[in-house]
């Protein structure tokens, strides 16, 4: 993978009241592209606000928050909204981010055309982060990649996976993947999490993932990559040791949170046989990299855990 | 509420492996009772033993631990098990407790003799402990009180309900009740979690719980209790300011874990206004203490923070 | 010294609402004795009580907890109420105790019959515990001892004299005594703090204090004291090595905080050559030590650090 | 408000011995400036030294600290000095830091030339930080912020107000902002400081402070601002929620501390409207920023908490 | 194994400067039993002293801590001295224990009539604790377990075997048994240390050891036993996974440190197949628990992890 | 001292599966240097690799790490290597470097061409780091440095001495240099550890060493130096109070870990009274720095603490 040459795309002040933009959410829309967007504003709120653009590159983006209606229950408390996913699901988009309900935990909400948004029942119990959808139904069911946290800067994390026969209740809960010894991958030895949605390959689910450790001067957030079995994507097939993409570039190394390379979308043609790969930097600039997805798998492939 | 004379009616040594056994659950069963008991070994492995009982103080339990068949999916890991609730709905008694699946979570069981049990889906992703039944469907839909936790002796705590139609999908989560000020009420401020089942009365639901306050020497866990919406109970009536009971008898002050009453289990008659609470004390042994119905629903309602 | 053979004095459920009546302060009124008593309710709320006596044993305290009005300023907030310190100066007895203002700091309030108290401006910022005053000015002004901490289980502690000319503004703080080395004297290497208002006697003021040693199990408070200069008394003539009273009955090993004995008054006779010392007992009943002056400052003067 | 395109304006290196100059306060002074630095030295020891500057850009800074005579009390030890504020009241120039007495606490002395400092009692008991002189005396008496501490990276910190008859005994402690909720102004959720000295203008008292918030690699800095009311300070008529100032620049995101603009002085002509701000940066470099007050005040008063 | 009925057979306040007195070793000596002893004084500073005794049980100790000349090297420094152990090996009494050297480690003494102590090398850098002697070389050289730490509570603890051919140089360090893991023994998953000198039976060396675990209340010290191969002794041959005896007398539940017995020295006969087992209660007193040695090392292999 | 112009000199991408680069040794060897170099994969795996230049600046380092035989014993478990350093005693090159044996301590090989290694016992038990051998025998025994540790980022270290006849069993370990305190050199006031191989000169032993302050945002590690007595080099003649060098360039501000240098080698020649340091900065890349001997001595003599 190899990052773009204009990166940041996003700059920290890109909206009149932004602090920061990263972690955001993209997906093809119409003839150009849609996102959900991380802004926090000056006095350091989280909230998500939906863009668009014609190129996945210049974004103009809402300085208003979204709005969000009920959806499939009466509407959620939500004290802050950060790290979106979206997908697309049969009929509509469906949005994912951490919800503040007590504490972190995972919002739902759909959109058919990113201006009027229905929120839904939270999927868990909080304390959760990093909730990602899979792009369809797995044995009939919806399926979600979560990361069970606690209320703080959480020192751990695992990908677990839930299943939902209707976006409302949620069960049949299976963890994936965990940390790796620190002496095999140390990159990933504190916590993991999801990143974009999953992308169906002839291998299985392509998963990128980011993976935490904890050095002597904090937390650095690297980015890897997984394999899942396509019908039963709690088994992991792949996993890279090495990462894919790590803190390097003076956007990445410096900023509110230092040393974070955080995936939350990735654009792709299997066809093409390419990818761009939307990441937070630094928790303050959104910046993108790009890769051939046959290489990738490959990489995967054979740099296993 | 008063202590029975005898405590403990379980001593820590009475199984010829155990090293401790309390935070138990007994019902009614047949012309007697029986119960699911939290038996740490000597291993101070944390499993649960099926037991009986004529008079529901002298107890015959099982050396052996509960031998769980598949219920309603295959069979669940459970690296560990303790602190069960018990409860009959419909047509079978369901048994609850805090399973280890890569960390506590809610482990569901149901049993219609207390000698086969079927294992279910876990309700919740971990981390969770205390999950609690309510004895009868509300809203047409199964209903559990929990309390979400992190990975290790977790410093905060609040009770949350969530709702199932099928006992292994879950969702509607609400937040019930949540740790009171210090100023306001220091024993119940670090964390709660649900006790015993919750007992249906005119008032609403009468729900026991235990709180926690963090002293300079460990935590200390008290008793209270409070009034639930019968059909929202995520709307709290009332709720005991004082505690019901405190750690302040010897074996509540000393053993494995000094300075703990926790309420597991109750007994009771709403025609002889009679009420038997079962408590693990010291996290050592079983002790009983009783009351009267009519006169604890009056102290929640006058003492109600 | 030695301990009352019918110690405990006071019980913990001594009161209607009390949870533990500890850390008290007596001091010799009318005929009799008076005091101010820490009672925290069953709410675990900390607040004092006056108290009467005819023999300095049997006491009778007030069930509600003192009312306060202005004293030399509007009414001070005070969200908890503890561990109180009393001395007559003048013409008056003055209280100090550990006041709720944001945290915990000084409160002071002057009375002339334990029945009106006149609550005064805090002596100093939080967060402060275990102001005592000197009962009388030195060098024309007050003097008061404390141990500035933080806001939670303080694991550190000093103590510092502090001087005012008018009870409401103070000033010319100095360092008096710092916990021990380990090596030295563990009983008292982890913080200490002033007990009962300072004695004077020939040998300058007699200050007894408590002491705390971090265990792997928790902090444990014992009892030692100092000697110090009359007219300077930053400065400490004679200080304990050994401790003169620590924890080893069962109402000293347990109870609410297990492992404390906590000194707050005392009472004496110079020309009777006796002491009797008042001390809070696990947290949660109020003991009594008998001792002799004279053999208390020789052993300080043969043990002193 | 806007940075000073030439910034830094003081490099680390600036004096001979210098590991890093900032948090360092300037005033007018005959017909240039004087300002007293903050210089730690390259063994890292905190120090103050004395300034002069023609334009309050260019500066000429002592390479030997400050060195304090007695002034209203014997010479008060001080195993440090850091983060001075200066003031003119009445006849002279009062300068306050965070003073090495037992640990961090608020030194006091008066210059008239800059030359001679005369070094008087410290304000508090440790532990305490960021005190801060209003400029003139309020209700008859000298007034001060401050923000109590405790010995080591302090987690938590609000701003009190404290008065003072005479510079030497200080009370009538009143709490006047506390750290915002995280939900509604995360860049001040953790502690808060008072910065350069108040500057009165018609809506009362303009106060610059710095905001903490903890992310997962450390403090974060930022700038906000206050209004209080003139006659009684207590009272914060204003406060922004977003911040004024965050770190953003190399100079501020890289350094000894990343992540710091730290304010402590303000040169301000009410007259012409216009603002300068020195600020810390990184813990590193001194810096500067420039607005217009009216605009400042506006800005506060529509973006208030 | 089973409990002296007489325990505690030493009190704390046994000699006429003791706080406690635990942790101690016997062995045989003369016609009786002489043994080296943890004494901690009233001002908690910790030193070992010499006792004798006719029976084992009524013990002769020493006021005086032991004096020590210099043995194989210089006098080494000495700050405190703990958890003593003795052994006899070829011509004389070797005595190892937890020395203050910077910090704790292992400090070595021989002596031939516990009048005369002659203090060795260390045997390794800080920071370590419970070095335990072979009571005989293994392969010609000098064979000690212990148990790396650091300089406080250590929350860790393996035990691990180190050889000397000169009881002044160590090497050949090898790891011999580390903490169980939680699900499997949770009584030794947080740290574990050699207690007596380990016993060579037809089956191996038999080796007492004890294991903690980190409740929400503390540390909670148990005893196991492991069995190791004779001649290659970091090979576990077998090892206990419910411990052999845990604190449950009121003496081991409450005291300095609550629930702790901690073995230190084991009389035994292989002839007539006993053992009598010293160890430390609640780190305050001493007491005995008798054992058959061929049914503990069946129980060992019978439940052996 | 001054920074090479040129710095980096190695890129932390310099090898094809390297993540960083840094905190390497060098020694001059035939025409030209050989070095062992820290080199993390992009797992984050440690492992030392060997490498060869003619200049000392441009280096040809093998992708593959060191495959190491067994020398003085059998082979030795080895999770990870890293910071090694190295130096040649009488015929041969000794490498020392923190070797991950249940822990870090310190592992031990030699190499005559740096092709063939052979890996001897660990010096010590764990937790050990910053192992540093003397370039030749004192008093007849090998000598070594090393910094007691624990198992995570350690937040202490002091530099203590152990002596060897054979390179196999260590003693008469010693305590050389403690951590500063605060006040008097807040650089080094956290841990300490030595650098390069020290240098015999005719003041004594020059010993470059890392010292390490704890901001409120992590670790920062700075270079001082010391003169230790040639024959008793336990004994510090001198000592920096000021650094030598602190992390101010860029690629020393920002990295993997912000704010570090960390020497580990040092060429020179006292005839030239020249010096080249190589340090890791950042713990990302590796750097050089040059100074002249006397002068640094002279700094040394003329700043000492």
Redesign the interface.
Known sequence: MWRYSENPIIE?YATP?S?SIFNSAVVPFKDGYAGVFRCD??????NIHAGFSKNGIDWDINPEPIFMQAGN?EMIQS??KYDPRVTFIEDRYWVTWCN????P?IGIAYTFDFIEFFQC????????RNGVLFPKKINGKYAML?R?S??G?TP?G?I?I?????M??????R?VM?VAPF?????QCTKIGAGPVPILTNEGWLLFYHGV????????YSVGAAILEENQPDVVKYRT???LL???E?YE???????VVFPCAALHSLEEDKLALYYGAA?TVTALAFGQISEIINFIKQNSL
Chains 1, 2, 3, 4, 5, 6 share one sequence.
Not at 41 to 46: E, T
Not at 168 to 173: R, S
Not at 213 to 220: A, D, E, H, L, M
């Open positions: 920290r009241t602090n504003n000056k006095a350091v709120q989280m229950t004290d802050y503040g309900y007590h504490g935990t029942e939270n999927a868990f119990l909080p304390f959760n979560s069970p606690d209320n800067h751990f695992d677990y839930s299943y939902s026969p209707d409302k209740f949620w069960g049949e809960h963890c965990k002496m095999d991958s140390a990159w450790i904890n050095t002597c001067n904090g937390f650095r040791q090495p990462y790590a803190p390097a003076q190394l410096t900023g509110d949170v230092p040393n928790d």
